[in-house]
């Protein structure tokens, strides 16, 4: 396939474009401990005693073609999972890193996860962090202004490579290559066009993350929403509560409606949601990620078509919620239904039909100057209660008038 790196018309970017929500899971040794995927680094664990804990770890009830099911339930059309976190163990077998789930447990927790995605045709990023607190050369580049040690820093890009071949080798069609954590160098210090000049040779068509501090495909906002350049693709990265690896104490759990809202915020805005879920160290997912994921997965059975595939709107925001659009069709977002009659402002496009999504039952409009009136919605105690969705078909595509400040 085509690969214009950066490019949101290139082919190789069109599937991901129309994904539009993907899985993101955070799991490794850290899980054990159950106080999120920094806890070795913020807890000042010395290296062997957190050692200690990643060889004991062992997840006897993970089942990947469980999590699979479970994303594709929800709706969402790709995962990204982590590999290996800061703390530098492998969640897969390798020849340059001998700490890793092959070595402990003898299970290759990354074959079995693309073995799920792969007969379930999930496509699968695996994320990788270029940090390595278990590393003895990790910080080798680092000691400037005097002379950093240069072959120390040699030996740690060999590994980083070695690392990256194998992901990109040994798991058949990897289809994102998602980098994090490269804060210590920048994309010279990372040799990063190197590196992802290799991973495009391996995998042809693999879509890469900015975070090898070289700009690559895709922008990756973190627990925000932040547009990127019209011709530029991005990514929110969000948690369902507040950590990305499991922690136990954490209850900050985001409503089902919240998440939903800010999937149509993101979408009408023409990014992509990718919604964490940071299983427990059997492997299991906790059961307030369960319960979410089973919801979004019912109001996108009724709602997906006003998801997926749609492009950035050139509708704002409106007080009801946000626009979605694809080819002639809007999809009013109504995550604040307010009665019967909707009022949407700076409407261009002559409106040809207005239904509910969900039912397909024909709704009254009228058009007047730049308002659309649209009458008989249901009320808020029966409409959909995390976003109601008014489909309309209109005369050509659609087209709003700016608004004013
Ligand atoms: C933050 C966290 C890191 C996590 C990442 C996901 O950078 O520090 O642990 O993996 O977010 O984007």
Redesign the pocket.
């Known amino acids: 396939m085509e690969t214009r790196v950066g490019d949101i018309t290139s082919p190789h970017m069109q599937w991901w474009l129309d994904a539009k929500f993907g899985m993101?899971i955070?799991w490794g040794a850290y899980s054990e401990l159950a106080r999120?995927?920094?806890v070795m680094n913020r807890e000042r664990w010395p290296i062997d005693e957190y050692e200690k804990v990643a060889r004991a770890w062992n997840p006897e009830r993970f089942d990947a073609r469980e999590w699979v099911r479970m994303a594709q339930d929800a709706g969402m059309r790709y995962l990204v999972c982590?590999s290996k976190?800061?703390d530098g163990f492998c969640l897969f077998g390798s020849e340059h890193n001998d700490y890793n789930t092959v070595e402990t447990i003898g299970r290759d927790l990354m074959a079995e996860l693309a073995d799920a995605c792969h007969a379930a045709d999930m496509p699968l990023g695996f994320?990788y962090?270029l940090k390595d607190w278990h590393h003895p050369d990790y910080e080798a580049g680092r000691r400037a202004p005097a002379p950093g040690d240069e072959a120390g820093h040699a030996r740690f890009i060999e590994y980083t490579q070695g690392l990256v071949r194998e992901l990109c080798s040994n798991y058949g069609k990897l289809a994102i290559l998602w980098y994090?954590?490269g804060g210590l160098y920048d994309g010279a210090g990372w040799h990063a066009d190197e590196m992802n000049a290799l991973a495009r040779e391996l995998q042809p068509g693999i879509i890469i993350n900015d975070?090898s501090r070289v700009p690559e495909d895709h922008d990756?906002p973190?627990?925000h929403i932040r547009a990127s350049a019209p011709d530029r693709a991005w990514e929110t990265?969000m948690t369902m509560n507040a950590s990305?690896?499991r922690h136990a104490g954490d209850r900050e759990w985001k409503s089902t409606g919240e998440l939903i809202a800010t999937l149509t915020r993101i979408n009408s805005l023409g990014g992509n949601l990718l919604l964490?879920v940071g299983p427990m160290s059997d492997g299991l997912f906790p059961a307030e990620s369960v319960l979410r994921l089973r919801e979004i997965g019912r109001w996108m059975d009724l709602h997906g078509e006003s998801i997926y595939a749609t492009r950035r709107s050139p509708f704002q925001w409106g007080g009801f919620g946000f626009t979605t659009t694809k080819g002639n069709v809007a999809y009013l977002q109504i995550t604040r239904a307010i009665g019967e009659e909707l009022i949407v402002g700076m409407v261009k496009s002559p409106v040809v039909s207005a239904t509910l999504l969900a039912t397909g039952e024909a709704l009254a409009f009228e058009q007047r100057g730049d308002r659309l009136f649209i009458r008989g919605l249901p009320s808020i105690a029966w409409g959909d209660p995390y976003s109601t969705v008014v489909k309309l078909e209109m005369e050509g595509e659609p087209e709003a008038y700016p608004g004013w400040w």
């Open positions: 993101f955070h999120g995927e920094w982590t976190h800061h994320y962090s994090d954590g975070r990756t973190e627990q990265c990305w690896g964490n």
